[in-house]
Nanobody, 126 residues
Framework: QVQLVESGGGLVQAGGSLRLSCAASGRTFSSYEMAWFRQAPGKEREFVAVVAWSGAISYYAEFVKGRFTISRDNAKNAVYLQMNSLKPENAAVYYC???????????????????WGQGTQVTVSS
């Protein structure tokens, strides 16, 4: 298991930027794929981005391509989500999640992830 704690959420104006961080502790961080999901009020939790254990490969949901960047620092046991050009519809609770790096299931599915943080709120004003 790995314990995850998100930070960096807050209130930002449309067009602004935020950088979310997720600090991990527990088993070897580099043995996990790390992902960000989000959940808006009244909606299901949805995939945002995932990064491979090495940081060399990442995938994004279509609605954030070109605006969000996921990265990780294995030396610091941390994963980040840089969010640029934020829109009001990006407002949600953002969650960090981890799954073993050799997982072969669909990385879009939250059921694939074993460990979750408590979430950090992102609010975007228009």
């Amino acid at each position: 298991q790995v314990q995850l704690v998100e930070s960096g959420g807050g209130l930002v104006q449309a067009g602004g930027s935020l950088r979310l961080s997720c600090a991990a502790s527990g088993r070897t961080f580099s043995s996990y794929e790390m992902a960000w999901f989000r959940q808006a009020p009244g909606k299901e939790r949805e995939f945002v981005a995932v990064v491979a254990w090495s940081g060399a490969i990442s995938y994004y949901a279509e609605f954030v391509k070109g605006r969000f960047t996921i990265s990780r620092d294995n030396a610091k046991n941390a994963v980040y989500l840089q969010m640029n050009s934020l829109k009001p519809e990006n407002a949600a609770v953002y969650y960090c999640a981890a799954r073993p790096s050799r997982s072969i299931g669909d990385y879009h599915s939250e059921r694939e992830y074993e460990d979750w943080g408590q979430g950090t709120q992102v609010t975007v004003s228009s």
